[in-house]
């Protein structure tokens, strides 16, 4: 863990404690009272493995795809019934309200045939207000695969493109893709939401190389762009050389003004709408629940992560227990800190919201260091509301490089390979 890392968490948090995560598990999720709940559900199957990818996926595999939805199905039953109320005779009387739902993976499309039978279990126990996502590989935008996803209940969808420019999808481990076949599916079949997720930071990369794959995404029926900055996850078997920070902030500022330019919303750090309403994050919410090996549930003041093995998924919930692997219990500065961190990611903050969540006032618990970031030039204060200027985004985006090298990458090496650690600590 970088020395940076280490003493901001410190002072943030006012302690030298670190976050401890722990191998204990509850029988039940305390969810019911969560304001601004969302779902997650996690697909671990892909055709092939790209080496930069760090999340939790294996080969795609039939016989083991459908017993894993099936034991995905008993999670959903095992959690929902253990918080909606039921009357005398066992029937539902009351669904929990819960924001937006989106599919991870992995590769969740593989799945399109199973996603109606795993949303009509999730209906049973929750109403979603805000839509639902999916993760889609560019060979699985398909007009019989869209039709199929739609007809399930999906509302958005965000394709995995990485680049159009060959040269990088060799340098990533991909194939060419059919832009042709892209329009051609997705002028059939509409979604409020369609995302093109891309990476920049690659090798040589330029802001040239970058406009090029947003016009050409635009131009094929993308409302929605995502660009991630390439991040060198040690448990990965990536070989690819990073960019410099200096490099990192010309592109990231030149992104920026390009979108601006052409009048696009920024809803995060890293992604950019055409529309001020459509939007693609599961990142971004108060609360989750998690469904699947190597999902996250963050409540009120726990934040949980399943086990990243299929096997013991499955062997845990057949035995009618939660899948959880590893559970981290906040101090109060701890959960702050998680809030403002996730929260600034839309690139705002507000101290209405804030005071709401917590009972108490942001700037009675943060006013030195955001008066230290105004002069810094990092944010701006207008109406209680906190928002990030370029210089801020770029330096979250160089301080959340750290926070995942030095908290996520440790935590997925270790449980990559261990399906219930004792003990992390972070």
Known sequence: MSVFTELSKMWLTRSTKPFIFENRFEERLYFINCKNLGLYIHIPFCES???????????????????????????????????CLVDNKSNLIHKKQVTSLYFGGGTPALVSDKIKEILDTVNKYFIIT???????????????????????????????????????????????????????????????TVSMDFIFALPNQTFEDLKRDIDTAISIGANHIAIYPFIDFSFTENK??????????????????????????RNSIWTFSKDKGVKYSSMTRDNFLGFGCSATTLLKDTFKVNTFSIEEYQNRVKSRNLPTSLTVYFTLRQRMIYYLFWTAYTTKVSESDFKD??????????????????????ITKKDGIYRMTNKGAFYYHHYENFYTLAYIDKMWGIMKDKAFPERIEL
């Open 49 to 83: 493995i790209c080496s930069f990818c760090p999340y939790c996926k294996v080969k795609y595999n039939k016989e083991l795809c459908d017993d894993y939805i099936d034991t995905l199905i008993d999670e959903i039953h095992l959690v929902g019934s253990s918080n």
């Open 240 to 265: 690819v050389n990073t960019m410099s920070k200096n490099q990192k902030r010309k592109l990231l500022d030149s992104i920026t003004e390009y979108f601006d330019r052409n009048n696009f919303y």
């Open 357 to 378: 969540f917590f009972g108490i006032s942001l700037n009675k618990m943060y006013g030195l260091e955001l008066k230290l970031a105004q002069l810094l030039g990092f």
């Open 130 to 192: 805000d839509g639902i996502g999916i993760e889609l590989h560019p060979e699985n935008v398909t007009v019989e695969t869209l039709n199929t996803l739609k007809e399930a209940g999906i509302t958005k969808i965000s394709i995995g493109i990485q680049s159009f420019n060959n040269k990088y999808q060799s340098i990533l481990g991909r194939k060419k893709v059919d832009t042709d076949k892209l329009s051609n599916a997705l002028s059939q079949v509409r979604f409020e």
